[in-house]
C-alpha cells in the first residue's frame, strides 16, 4: 500500500522537535519521503495536521463492556460490589467484542499502539491481529481465580502465551503480575523469573492509591515499589502504571533503573485516587515517563488528546506553576518517550521510521488560529478531529470512516454481551 500526504503541516517529534510544512509519501509499512513530493499512491490526503500515532500505555482494553457501570464511587468499593462480580461472569466471547470497540475507540481519536493487561489475554491479541493495531499484550498474573482459568494455570499459560506470540509484527507479549497487593512474594519473583527468561516487558501496577501503599507496607513490611524491587521486577523492561503515591526516594529509583512510569491523569482523578504522579521530579531525575487513559470503566473514555492536556493541566493546578508541564512534553510522553522505551520505531515522522500515523483536519474550527501547533494537538483538539489513522503503514480510518470493520455489526454485538452480563 502506498499514501501521499500533501500541504500539511508536519509535527515530525524528531529531535529538534521541527514543525515542517510539506508532504509525506508512505511506501509498505514506513515513512518513505518527507518534503515536496510528486507520485502515484493509493491514498492521496491533502490539508492535513500530521502527527506521530499517540501510544497508550495503560488499559485493560475488554473494559469497555463496563463504560458507566458503577460510576462515582470509591476505588475499593467500585472494585467489590460492581467490577469483580460482573468480571466473573465474563467470556471468551464477550472479551472479543468488548476488545473490538476499544480498538475502534482508540484508531477512531488517534491512538496506534496500546499496552493492555487483563485477562482471556490471547483473545485479546488475536484481536488485535485481526484489527491490525499495535498491542503490547499483558498476560495478567494474580493471586486467585479468573474468569478465564484457575490461579494454578496462570504461570504455565503466561508461558504459552509468550511463546505463541514472540516475534509477531504487531502484537507483543507482555508478563503481567497485576499489583503487589494482588500477587504474593512467590508469584511476584515467578513472574521476574519468567519476563527474564524469555526478555519480555513486565506491567504491574505500583502505587496507585494511599490505601494500596499502606496495606502493602503492612503486610509485607515494604511498600510496593519496594516489592517490586526486592523480588527482580524492577528493571529496564518494567512498565508502572499509576505511581501516584511514590516518594523522592522511589523517584530515584525508578530512574535509576530505567524503568517507565505510565501517568493516568483522567482515571485517577475520576477514582480520586489523591495521589498525583510526580512529574517535575521525575522529570528531573530524568526517568521516562508515558502516558495511559487505564480502562474505559474508570475513564470511562480511550481518548489520548484528553489525557494529553489533563497530564498537563493537573500539575499546573497542583503545582501553582503554570510552565511546569508543558505541552511538548505532554506530547512527548504520549509519542516518543513511549516508544524509545518500547524500543519501536515509530514515535516520530522520519524517513525509514514505521508508518504509525495520525491526521487531522487543519480547517478544524478548534485549530484555528493555529499560532502554536503543538499547543493546539494537546489543549484544543480532541479525538473528534482525527480524521485519517496509518498504522504499519494500512490505512485503517479514513476520512473518519473504518476501513476494515464491521461498525454496525459490532454496536449490535456489543448491545447483546451487556445484556447477558447484566442478567441476574
Not at 320 to 326: E, R
Request: overall charge negative; proline content about 4%; hydrophobic content about 40%.
Amino acid at each position: 500500500m502506498s499514501i501521499l500526504i500533501k500541504n500539511s503541516i508536519i509535527v515530525t517529534q524528531d529531535k529538534s522537535r521541527q514543525i515542517i510544512y510539506g508532504d509525506v509519501y508512505i511506501e509498505d509499512d514506513r515513512i518513505a519521503e518527507i518534503g515536496k513530493i510528486n507520485v502515484e499512491a493509493d491514498f492521496v490526503l491533502k490539508d492535513k495536521i500530521v502527527m506521530p500515532g499517540l501510544i497508550n500505555m495503560h488499559t485493560h482494553l475488554p473494559m469497555t463492556l463496563l463504560r458507566g457501570y458503577g460510576d462515582d464511587l470509591p476505588l475499593e468499593e467500585w472494585l467489590t460490589t460492581r467490577i469483580w462480580p460482573i468480571e466473573a461472569k465474563l467470556k471468551s466471547e464477550h472479551i472479543a467484542i468488548g476488545t473490538k470497540l476499544a480498538f475502534m475507540e482508540m484508531v477512531a481519536t488517534g491512538t496506534t499502539c496500546c499496552n493492555d493487561m487483563y485477562f482471556f489475554e490471547d483473545v485479546i491479541a488475536n484481536e488485535a491481529k485481526k484489527f491490525g493495531i499495535r498491542c503490547y499484550a499483558g498476560f495478567s498474573l494474580i493471586d486467585f481465580d479468573t474468569p478465564e482459568m484457575k490461579r494454578e494455570c496462570l504461570l504455565p499459560e503466561c508461558e504459552n502465551f509468550i511463546k505463541k506470540w514472540s516475534g509477531d509484527e504487531l502484537v507483543k507479549p507482555v508478563v503481567a503480575p497485576h499489583s503487589t497487593y494482588a500477587c504474593s512474594p512467590e508469584t511476584l519473583q515467578k513472574a521476574a523469573e519468567l519476563a527474564e527468561k524469555y526478555d519480555a516487558f513486565i506491567h504491574i501496577h505500583c502505587s496507585e492509591t494511599r490505601h494500596e501503599v499502606y496495606d502493602v507496607l503492612n503486610k509485607y513490611g515494604s511498600r510496593p515499589l519496594g516489592q517490586i524491587k526486592k523480588y527482580g521486577l524492577l528493571n529496564e523492561k518494567t512498565m508502572l502504571a499509576h505511581c501516584g503515591w511514590i516518594t523522592k526516594e522511589e523517584v530515584k529509583e525508578i530512574a535509576d533503573a530505567n524503568a517507565c512510569v505510565i501517568h493516568n491523569p483522567v482515571s485517577n482523578m475520576k477514582l480520586a485516587t489523591g495521589g498525583y504522579t510526580p512529574l517535575p521530579e521525575l522529570f528531573d531525575a530524568n526517568a521516562c515517563i508515558t502516558l495511559g487513559t487505564d480502562g474505559a470503566a474508570s475513564n470511562n473514555k480511550l481518548d489520548m488528546f484528553e489525557t494529553m492536556k489533563f497530564a498537563a493541566l493537573i500539575h499546573k493546578h497542583h503545582r501553582w506553576d503554570a510552565s511546569i508541564v508543558t505541552a511538548q512534553q505532554a506530547l512527548d510522553m504520549a509519542t516518543i518517550n513511549a516508544t524509545e522505551f518500547l524500543g519501536l520505531n515509530a514515535g516520530s515522522i522520519e524517513i525509514g521510521k514505521k508508518a504509525d500515523i495520525v491526521c487531522l483536519d487543519m480547517a478544524s474550527p478548534n485549530l484555528i488560529p493555529r499560532h502554536n501547533t503543538i499547543s493546539h494537538i494537546v489543549y484544543a483538539a480532541s479525538g473528534f478531529n482525527v480524521s485519517d489513522v496509518i498504522i504499519n503503514g494500512k490505512m485503517l480510518y479514513h476520512d473518519r470512516k473504518f476501513l476494515t470493520v464491521d461498525e454496525e455489526k459490532i454496536y449490535e454485538e456489543m448491545e447483546k454481551a451487556k445484556e447477558e452480563l447484566l442478567e441476574d
